[in-house]
């Protein structure tokens, strides 16, 4: 190998590696800490939601609030069995004789 | 003595059994006068009841329809008073004063259950550890039997608050009652009047007229 072919061969290598170099440098700060710098959708949308492009306007933004149950507070709080005319018999306890 | 206290505990069970749907007039006429009440304003929610005379010392058993069913004495609190002291049921016997042994007056949505012997009872009112049972005559001195069976009603007072039934009674008329469902126990007050303790006395609807010697305005 000649002298030109030696330094065609370092110029190549040298381009390898500053185009290796120019690659996202890992982020140090991401904007939310609880997803590090760790696969993101590269449309800025959700992750895990098929279908659901960021274009569509409707996608869910705010996470999915939970199930509310009907309000139950108001009502006895007796047990089932102790709601009819046959409780559940309550702890057997002394009584004033 | 010993040996006498069996048969005559029989034969006072005999004769409690025997006389006991016969009350006495007065008695009855203010336990009916308060059924009648409890059954025209819905209280009693159409179930059979009970209705305790403290002055006169018996309980009295409707049907749900107010019909007397049955009657028999009782025994009840030492104390002269209608409240159960505060925290009472906390408290163990050795700890509770004689004026401190009340039967408490007014309406009570009783219960079934169980003392800690192992006894089917009738709760009247749990927290205070006031409940409806077969008399117990485990405490020879009481004379709770020789009690029950006597005509006069000053000595029935003998409990620590509970309401002393006796056990053949209890057996045929209580237990059908109370002792398998939840029911309603009126407990007439002997220091006040019983409009003061049952709140359905007071409403105009129910057309309440004074009864004989008997006056729910007090």
Known sequence: ????????????????????????????????PATAAGQQNPSGGPMGTTGVTPESGTARTTPPTAQTSPDT????????????DTPAMRRARADRN | MGAASGPLAALAAFLLLAFAHIPLAGAMDEAQWLARAAV??????????AVIDKRNARVFVFDGLGRLQASSPVLLGLARGDDSVPGIGERAMSEIRPEERTTPAGRFETEPGLNTKGEDIVWIDYDAAVSMHRVRATKKS????????????????????????????YDAYIKPVLGSR????????ETMAARKRFAFLGRPEQGLTTRRGFSPAG
């Open chain 1, 1 to 32: 190998m000649n002298s030109t072919s030696r330094l065609l061969a370092a110029l190549a290598l040298g381009a390898a590696g500053a185009a290796f170099a120019q690659g996202n440098p890992p982020t140090t700060a991401p904007a939310n």
């Open chain 1, 73 to 84: 507070s108001s009502s006895s709080s007796t047990t089932m069995a102790a709601s009819g």
């Open chain 2, 40 to 49: 025209a304003a819905a209280d009693n929610r159409n179930a059979p009841f």
């Open chain 2, 142 to 169: 009481e004379r709770r039997l020789q009690r029950l069976a006597s005509p006069t009603v000053a000595d029935n007072r003998i409990s620590y608050g509970c309401i002393n039934v006796p056990a053949a009674f």
């Open chain 2, 182 to 189: 939840r029911g309603v126990v009126y407990v007439l007050p």
